[in-house]
Each structure stands twice: as C-alpha cells, then as structure tokens.
C-alpha cells in the first residue's frame, strides 16, 4: 500500500521561507500526480497546488501563486513544496496526498486516497 511521511514544517516569521518534503514508499510515484493540502483551525481541507506524474502540469491555489513552488524528484521519490513570504494566514496542517488512480494534475480530497499524517506550519512573529 501507498505510504507518505511530510516533514519540513515548523515555526517561521512572516516573510520566512520552509521548504516541505512528502516522501513515499510502497510505490514509486512516477506514474502518479501529487496533491499539497491544508487545513487550518476551524476551516476545511484545502487543495494548495499538485502537480502531474510526469511533473510537466501544475497548480496552484490563488492564494499561493508566485509564492509557493510545487517540484518532485522521482529518483528519489519524494515530493517538495517550497514556501517563501509565508503570511500568518498559511498557518496550517499541510498533507500530501497521491493515489495509484491519479495521474493529472487536481486539487480535489476526493481524488487522493492516500495520505500522510500531516505536518504543522506556523507562521508568526
């Protein structure tokens, strides 16, 4: 079965930049989009970007572009969201999810059925 580990968050000041990395086990990804979530107190899950199989489409969610940076290294299976000018609104549980089914590029919970456990970012001064 499908298996992902985030880690790479923490706390951070507005402005500051973390780099989070989503490795996976049990299959390669080659073959498999990628989705980066959060889910902030009190809100629901929230599709942040994801990116194709072959790493040739992506996407981001408004409130993200030109700030956040989705890339994968299938040699190493792993998957990297790098966040710069963080704002206190990013704070967050960010997941990283796939599914052997998903090969395009979405931002949809219901696409994934694999997920990981989630790692925390917070943004504050």
């Known amino acids: 079965q499908l298996q992902l580990v985030e880690s790479g968050g923490g706390l951070v000041q507005p402005g500051g930049s973390l780099r989070l990395s989503c490795a996976a086990s049990g299959f390669r990804l080659d073959y498999y989009a990628v989705g980066w979530f959060r889910q902030a107190p009190g809100k629901e899950r929230e599709g942040v970007s994801c990116?194709?199989?072959?790493?040739?489409?992506?996407n981001y969610a408004d409130s993200v572009k030109g700030r956040f940076t989705i890339s994968r290294d299938n040699a190493k299976n792993i998957i990297y969201l790098q966040m710069n000018s963080l704002k206190p609104e990013d704070t967050a549980v960010y997941y990283c999810?796939?599914?052997?089914?998903?090969?395009?590029?979405?931002?949809?919970?219901?696409?994934?059925?694999?997920w990981g456990q989630g790692t925390q970012v917070t943004v504050s001064s």
């Open positions: 999810a796939a599914d052997p089914f998903q090969a395009m590029c979405v931002r949809t919970v219901v696409a994934f059925g694999s």
């Open positions: 990116i194709s199989s072959s790493g040739g489409s992506t």
